[in-house]
């Protein structure tokens, strides 16, 4: 129990001490309720229940008579003065310890419970500066708070996660770059001005705060379904990785943070971005045992690269389980002793300019070389078809549009609709009345109707 009077007497006063306590005084000595002889079966507890009250009381009055010699009582009192609890002292004037600039000295036991009153109003006064102001948890020298607008001050994790709930210096809102201010580490010595934490402590506070936001994060997509990020089946880091770089576009760090601690987790890394590559390097990224030489260890092949322009031999980069990394040759890797340039060649079918309302953009979902998927629009579809007729009547091969468009290393085209509507157009060759016009006409109609044809099966 804290707060309240404590008294430290003689045994004999316990029966004075409970009709106080009946009366409504903020009496806080349990030891009265077992001062007769045999009331007593756990010493042990006694004395701790003794020294915690003493500790956390408002005021202690330590009272003996003339005659009396006090032997627990001081036990006591040493607990009030070693937590600066402001000690009474009645008839006590014949004891050294009385020098104590903790004690005063009463004339009368009714002044100093008067005195004492007035003392635990004062705390309770004052507790809004030495209690949380969220928790209400009495502070403790050394607790790390920080400032509340209100008055007061707030345990270091009652407050926040989120930046909106701190201010800076000047008691304003966090700006965009803005720091969470350190927090204080509070001390009840009104002298003493609060200091603010180091370095060490605040990074530890700061990585602490943003694990919270982090698993809020992760509890909200588990609320959605979103799962699996430990299961190798379900995805490999690889994968995370992607993901991880998708987020970093997005913009919010505690994504970030989650895919990397998923990877890291993992055992894995990130995989660095393929167009940002240097020419001639190529990302692996896979478990590798290292027996070449003096070099006899498993860890990860994260890349392999030309050593030089002149020539196509190629080195590998492995990271060791110590997370070091080592350049090896082929022979210590047991792998390819060449290779030519890594990156995939351009697919042809980028270059054909594609309207901004095309759903699949580069690279076509028609080209058979690449393999795009996707649905295009039908006039998308019908300006492509277009466009191989004009390229073959251009090429004097009007009767073979597939072979002209292949003839210029531009795409070739699987897609039914298409085929339909060339063949049709090569169809009209020999038709002399037929124009270039009626062609296209033709090609329109055909693929309106080859997709109609397509939705009914």
Known sequence: MSGGIYIASKTTHADRWKELRAAGHPIISTWIDEAGIGETSDFPDLWTRCID??????????YCEDGEIL???WVEVGAALARNRPVLGVGVDAFTVRHHPGISLIDDFDEALAAALYLVKQASDDDG???CFACAETLAEGDLVYYNLDGGYLHVFCC???????FNDNEGSLGVGDP???PLIWTADEKRPLKKVSDEVNDAICVDRFAMEMKAKLAKARAKGRRGWDDPKACTTDELSEMLREHVGKGDPLD??????????RGGSIMPDAAALPPGFCWI??????????YVYEGQLLCSFPKDEENSAIRYIVRDQNRRLFIHNAQQCGLEATIEDPRPAICPCTMIEQGEDCAV???SMLCGICGGTGNAPQDQVTALAVEMVKIASDMGEPEDPFAAWESVSLVQSHNTQMRKALDKIAGMVDDETAGFDDAIDLATATLAATATEGSSE
């Open 129 to 131: 500066e030495n209690s």
């Open 180 to 182: 969470i201010p350190r």
């Open 285 to 294: 990224n896979q478990p590798i045992n290292v027996t070449g030489g003096d």
């Open 160 to 166: 926040g996660p989120e930046r909106d709930s701190f």
């Open 53 to 62: 009250e003493a500790s956390a009381c408002d005021a202690l009055i330590v």
């Open 256 to 265: 970030v943070a989650n895919f990397a601690m998923m990877i890291h987790q």
């Open 361 to 363: 953009g580069y690279p």
């Open 71 to 73: 032997k627990g009582a």
